[in-house]
């Protein structure tokens, strides 16, 4: 009988003591997500607290969202293959939130770009869409989110006077087909035409305008699956 509780008391120690080392191993994770907006800067690695987490990036590219620790976290970017940052910042990243860092400007004056992003779903039949100012050659601008094939002299914008680096806040329209145009602040001189983009139920988009590579015209726009 001894012998017997003496082995329940130690099992179930052992129990509480698996218990509790895997509750510590589960850390609390932030979801990351990745731009490269710089339009002369070459192909960057990415590392998040000394480790590498992307390579190869190119220009105008975005990488999928990666579950990183949440917290204090130091982010690096630097060329392909060598050891010199370009950007060495600290962020604070909230459990369970999703981000969009974007490095942007010209690779002489490259700046990070930490975005809050919101993949709460929006309502049933309605899209949500963001739009980021990436394009360091191009003025503040105004933005038109149309139904395809609208005359835009015809309609005010939806979003005036964006400035470079800065974020719309999120647009929630019907789920359907638009148009995004986008023009000089004042204007009616399209500098970026997506075309007829389809946005289905539920979706979340984040579209950044962006230089030509190596800067300059004809600017162009990435857009990004943030949900579904």
Do not use: W
């Not at 907006?37 to 590498?52: E, I, M």
């Not at 395809?148 to 979003?159: A, H, K, L, R």
């Amino acid at each position: 009988m001894r012998i017997r509780l003496l082995t329940i008391a130690l099992t179930v120690a052992l129990a509480a003591l698996t218990l509790f080392s895997s509750g510590c191993g589960d850390d609390p994770k932030a979801f990351l997500r990745v731009v490269h907006a710089s339009p002369d800067a070459p192909n960057v690695d990415v590392l998040v607290d000394g480790k590498t987490v992307l390579t190869n990036v190119a220009y105008g590219t975005g990488s999928n969202y990666l579950k990183v620790k949440a917290g204090s976290r130091k982010i690096e970017v630097r060329a392909t293959g060598t050891t010199a940052d370009v950007i060495n910042v600290t962020v604070t990243l909230d459990k369970n939130n999703y981000y969009t860092a974007l490095a942007t400007n010209f690779l002489a004056n490259i700046t990070p770009l930490l975005l809050t992003d919101d993949n709460t779903a929006p309502p049933s039949g309605q899209v949500k869409a963001r739009l980021v100012h990436a394009a360091p050659s191009a003025p503040n601008v105004d933005i038109y989110v149309v139904a395809p094939g609208t005359d835009i002299n015809t309609v005010s914008p939806t979003v005036t006077d964006l400035a470079f680096g800065a974020a719309t806040s999120y647009l929630t329209v019907a789920a359907g087909s638009y148009q995004v145009l986008i023009t000089s602040t004042g204007t009616k001189d399209i500098a970026i035409d997506t075309g007829s983009l389809s946005l289905a139920s539920g979706q979340i988009r984040t579209g950044v305008a962006l230089d030509a590579p190596g800067g300059g015209t004809p600017f162009k726009a990435l857009l990004l699956a943030d949900l579904n």
